[in-house]
């Protein structure tokens, strides 16, 4: 098992950046797939990006070439970086991982306005 708490939601002004940081507690971290996905109101919750436990990274196509996630295993971390952001990136960012089993973290707002 493995919780997820995730860190570094804020305000930001479009064509701002931020990085999201998910501190992982738990055995065998680096055998799990982690991702982040996101939920804004009323809308359902969406994968942003996921990197599996041998390094591949997939993305959605709304934010290739601006956001960026990368893991740490000996830190059991698990971060996104946002750069260029929209207002439509506006919404709760979820970190999970997987290995059978689906971990969510509790989630961190993100907000993009002027």
């Known amino acids: 098992q493995v919780q997820l708490v995730e860190s570094g939601g804020g305000l930001v002004q479009p064509g701002g950046s931020l990085r999201l940081s998910c501190a992982a507690s738990?055995?065998?971290?680096?055998?799990?797939?982690v991702g982040w996905y996101r939920q804004a109101p009323g809308n359902e919750r969406e994968l942003v990006a996921r990197i599996a436990n041998d390094g591949p990274t997939d993305y959605a196509d709304s934010v290739k070439g601006r956001f960026t996630i990368s893991r740490d295993n000996a830190k059991k971390m698990v971060y996104l970086q946002m750069n260029s952001l929209k207002p439509e990136d506006t919404a709760v960012y979820y970190c999970?991982?997987?290995?059978?089993?689906?971990?969510w973290g509790q989630g961190t707002q993100v907000t993009v306005s002027s």
């Open positions: 999970t991982a997987r290995l059978g089993n689906n971990y």
């Open positions: 738990g055995s065998f971290f680096s055998d799990y797939h």
